[in-house]
């Protein structure tokens, strides 16, 4: 089955103690990236990526950190957690394009990762 | 980047069509315009995406005027199961080898189905 992975899909934890959530998909997609969700506040972009070693920041990157060494994971990184991080992330994927060439971006999303840091 | 902006809430009967307008004033020349619905505590699932004109897929149609300025998402005849967010995104999906591809969704439009 066609689809995006996140571990763990829940995590409370700790000002400062180091974490990563896991992203995974299985559909070769060279784009992917990573978003959080607050209330009111819709879905912001972290970090993207448009293949192998190759990422950017989007709208809120500060506190994070991200790589792709392989085409199917990007795992994110919270150095140092605090409690304004506490949101609902996800995680994204799709081609670059259509297989006629086209422009395409229908992006898959993951189930999501709810994190607490107290 | 282009910005949004959506209503923030919508309420519809079963049975209706409805029309949700997102704004975009600055659109791109090279931007996609790209709709997703979102469920509470789901990512978000795509619905269309269109560049000009208009766009029909089996769940929606999406209609941009010439000057692109503007889109609306249409949706015949919901149920309450279309009670979700929807998203509007404006982005530069033209694979160039230096188009960028940051993303912005917008707040997107709350839509209340009522029985």
């Known amino acids: 089955e066609a689809q995006v992975t996140q571990n763990p899909r829940y995590l409370i934890t700790v000002t400062g103690k180091k974490l990563t959530v896991t992203c995974s998909q299985n559909?070769?997609?060279?784009?992917m990236s990573w978003y959080r969700q607050d209330p009111g506040r819709g879905l912001r972009q972290i970090y993207y990526?448009?293949?192998?070693?190759?990422?950017d920041k989007g709208d809120v990157p500060e506190g994070y950190k991200v790589s792709r060494k392989e085409k199917r994971n990007f795992p994110l990184i919270l150095e140092s957690p605090s409690p304004n991080q506490t949101s609902l992330y996800f995680c994204?994927?799709?081609?670059?394009?259509?297989?006629?060439?086209?422009?395409?971006?229908?992006?898959?999303f993951g189930p999501g990762t709810r994190l607490t840091v107290l | 980047l282009a910005k949004t902006t959506q209503p923030i809430s919508m309420d519809s009967y079963e049975g209706q069509e409805v029309n949700i307008t997102c704004s975009h004033n600055?659109?791109?020349?090279?931007?996609?315009i790209t709709w997703y619905q979102q469920f509470p505590s789901q990512g978000p699932r795509f619905i269309i995406q269109?560049?000009?004109t208009k766009v029909t897929n089996e769940v929606a149609s999406l209609f941009i005027p010439a000057d692109r300025k503007s889109s609306t998402l249409s949706l015949p005849r919901v149920s309450l199961s279309d009670t979700a967010v929807y998203y509007c995104?404006?982005?530069?999906?033209?694979?160039?080898?230096?188009?960028?591809?940051?993303?912005?969704f917008g707040k997107g439009t709350k839509l209340s189905v009522i029985p």
């Open positions: 994204a994927s799709s081609f670059h394009l259509r297989e006629d060439g086209s422009s395409y971006n229908e992006q898959f």
């Open positions: 559909m070769n997609h060279e784009y």
């Open positions: 990526s448009m293949n192998v070693e190759v990422t």
């Open positions: 600055n659109i791109a020349t090279n931007d996609y």
């Open positions: 269109g560049y000009k």
């Open positions: 995104l404006v982005g530069d999906s033209a694979y160039s080898g230096a188009g960028s591809y940051q993303l912005t």
